[in-house]
């Protein structure tokens, strides 16, 4: 079955760190991978996605996500964290078949903390 | 920026009650979905909707929910019978052609008492 895992429920970095966040996927055929964020109370946000093509995506607010398709991860990452992008952080899959993109399989999400 | 507009952003709605989640996708897309968050849990598909009709749906998915395109903008999620596990954060999504990513609402916030 397809699924998502991120292994960190909670990750706290300082203000101007790198960060990294870990996602893991488990998917018969290739996958589509997103990352979304969601600050408290509001909705999902884009930050990256991947379909095909360049293994290193990047994506809005200076994150990227690189896709390696022999460790099934989609890690996402940011050189220098700013403490507005303490949030909660999502990585999905989606169907690359038959179905359509919106058809998405979460993680249990990590949230960022900021230390300033 | 067109976006995805849900309305109400928070319903209390005592158990037993029927209850209809509001959704204005954007307006050239053709695909439709719910998902839910329960408080603290991660986020779960419900149902797709394309060509006004259910394209696929989870197994949350029960004769309690339907959804439906009333017209040529709204797309509406409706729960028959609430019970209290069905509180939760309700979001909207669309996109207009298989290939994109969805475009997600602000969420609903469902309470049932």
């Known amino acids: 079955a397809q699924s998502v895992t991120q292994p960190d429920i909670h990750i706290t970095v300082s203000e101007g760190a790198s960060l990294e966040l870990r996602c893991n996927y488990s998917?018969?055929?290739?996958?589509?991978l997103f990352w979304y964020v969601q600050s408290p109370g509001q909705g999902l946000q884009l930050l990256l996605k991947?379909?095909?093509?360049?293994?290193l995506v990047q994506g809005i607010k200076g994150f990227e996500a690189e896709f390696k398709r022999s460790q099934s991860s989609f890690n996402l990452r940011k050189p220098s964290v700013h403490w507005s992008d303490a949030a909660e952080y999502f990585c999905?899959?989606?169907?690359?078949?038959?179905?359509?993109?919106?058809?998405?399989?979460f993680g249990k999400g990590t949230k960022l903390s900021v230390k300033p | 920026e067109p976006e995805v507009t849900q309305t109400p952003s928070h319903q209390v709605t005592q158990m037993g009650q029927e209850v209809i989640l509001r959704c204005v996708p954007i307006s050239n897309h053709l695909y439709f979905y719910w998902y839910r968050q329960i408080l603290g849990q991660k986020v779960e598909f419900l149902v797709s909707f394309y060509n006004n009709e259910i394209s696929e749906k989870s197994e949350i998915f029960d004769d309690q929910f339907s959804v439906e395109r009333p017209d040529g903008s709204n797309f509406t999620l409706k729960i028959r019978s609430t019970k209290l596990e069905d509180s939760a954060m309700y979001f909207c999504?669309?996109?207009?052609?298989?290939?994109?990513?969805?475009?997600f609402g602000q969420g609903t916030r469902l309470t049932v008492v």
């Open positions: 999905a899959v989606g169907a690359s078949y038959g179905g359509s993109q919106g058809n998405l399989i």
């Open positions: 998917y018969g055929a290739t996958p589509y």
């Open positions: 999504a669309s996109h207009p052609d298989r290939n994109t990513e969805a475009f």
């Open positions: 991947y379909f095909s093509g360049d293994t």
